[in-house]
């Protein structure tokens, strides 16, 4: 814990010269949702400086239904994002090795982490791309984030905007061994960046 506090305590000089005479931070360029897990680092992936993008960062990368009525913080900070906000981009960031991926490929609850696994239930329409017939060569990991992309479209925020061509969605894989990103294409496939 010492290397972060340490690390926190430098954060003002760090900071010094990135706003001149404070001016106020830059709107943020994209939104980018991903899984909560440390070996993804959205600002260090992108390159982007602080303000630059939105950030919602959920368990396994769970985007949960949406229901009227039913508040959630990632429907907040989606409606946040997309309307107030006004972001053109919304990059939804899935990753290999993910744990909640392998979890529900293997159907098997965490027995520490009762929670979580209800958490990971909220994937169902990922069993719905599981079918007979489907691509049985299919990366779990694409198809779970083609899930979560197929529940955040169905959010009214974001169905207006894409329908309005006021928002772009992309579909990004990030491979933990290599640092390599990959974009879903049109096709279907998932190719380099």
């Not at 290397?3 to 954060?11: N, Y």
């Not at 772009?168 to 496939?189: C, F, I, K, P």
Request: charged share 20%; net charge positive; proline share 8%.
């Amino acid at each position: 814990m010492q290397p972060l506090i340490d690390h926190a305590r430098l954060a003002p000089q760090r900071q010094s010269g990135r706003r001149i005479g404070g001016a106020p931070a830059p709107a943020p360029r994209a939104m980018f949702i991903a899984c909560s897990d440390a070996r993804l680092v959205p600002t260090e992936l992108t390159g982007a400086r602080p303000g630059e993008l939105f950030e919602l960062r959920t368990a396994g990368n769970v985007i949960p239904p949406h229901r009227i009525g039913r508040l959630t913080a990632e429907a907040a900070t989606v409606e946040y994002a997309v309307n107030v906000l006004r972001i053109t981009d919304m990059i939804l960031c899935g990753h290999s090795q993910c744990g909640a991926v392998q979890a529900r490929t293997r159907s098997q609850a965490p027995r520490t982490a009762p929670t979580m696994w209800l958490w990971l239930l909220q994937t169902h329409h990922w069993r719905r791309l599981h079918t007979p017939g489907a691509d049985p060569g299919a990366d779990p990991g694409h198809q779970h984030l083609l899930a979560q992309a197929d529940k955040l479209r169905r959010y009214p925020a974001v169905t207006r905007s894409l329908r309005a061509r006021r928002l772009r969605m992309h579909l990004w894989y990030y491979d933990v061994n290599t640092a390599a990103v990959s974009a879903h294409q049109e096709n279907g496939v998932f190719a380099p960046l």
